[in-house]
Nanobody, 126 residues
């Protein structure tokens, strides 16, 4: 089981930037895929971005954040980073980090992720 701890959320004005971090307890993530999901009030949790630790850090993004968000990894610190730029009020949500063992399932499938962090609030004011 992988323990995940998010940090870096907060309040920012539209057009601003925030950087989220997700620290993973697992010492060897070489066969894991890690992702960020978000859930806005009254809405279902949705996929944001994913990175495959085993695939040289190959990344995948939701269309709504493509070109604005960037997911990356720090191998030494076992940390996944989500850099969020050009933020919009509709990006307001609780952002959660998730992990799963390497699989051929789509990154967007929430039910395939076995380990979750507690979430961090991101609020974008207009």
């Amino acid at each position: 089981q992988v323990q995940l701890v998010e940090s870096g959320g907060g309040l920012v004005q539209a057009g601003g930037s925030l950087r989220l971090s997700c620290a993973a307890s697992e010492l060897t993530l070489s066969n894991y895929e890690l992702a960020w999901f978000r859930q806005a009030p009254g809405k279902e949790r949705e996929f944001v971005a994913a990175i495959a630790w085993w695939n040289f850090g190959g990344a995948f993004y939701a269309d709504s954040v493509k070109g604005r968000f960037a997911i990356s990894r720090d191998i030494i610190k076992n940390t996944v980073i989500l850099q969020m730029n050009s933020l919009k009020p509709e990006d307001t949500a609780v952002y959660s980090c998730a992990a799963r063992w390497r699989t051929s399932s789509a990154y967007t499938r929430i039910d395939t992720y076995t380990d979750w962090g507690q979430g961090t609030q991101v609020t974008v004011s207009s």
